[in-house]
């Protein structure tokens, strides 16, 4: 459902996505157990990727909320 919002509301949820990873590492690091497998690392980078070009867009106009 994110994807057929269109490129705006991508961008837009990996701006909530990328910090929302944080609370993925807590609860990781409380179980004691491996953070991320390689696909994970993978599509985290992507997350990653996305949130910096979404900040991007909002910052200089080209998207807003």
Known sequence: MI???GMRF???STLI???GTI???LARRE???RLFTLPEVLLFGG???AALA???AL???RISI
């Open 3 to 5: 994807c057929a919002g």
């Open 59 to 61: 910052i200089s106009g």
């Open 47 to 49: 997350v990653v990727v």
């Open 10 to 12: 991508f961008l837009l």
């Open 23 to 25: 609370l993925y590492f």
């Open 17 to 19: 996505y990328a910090p």
């Open 31 to 33: 179980q004691k157990r």
């Open 54 to 56: 979404g900040l991007y």
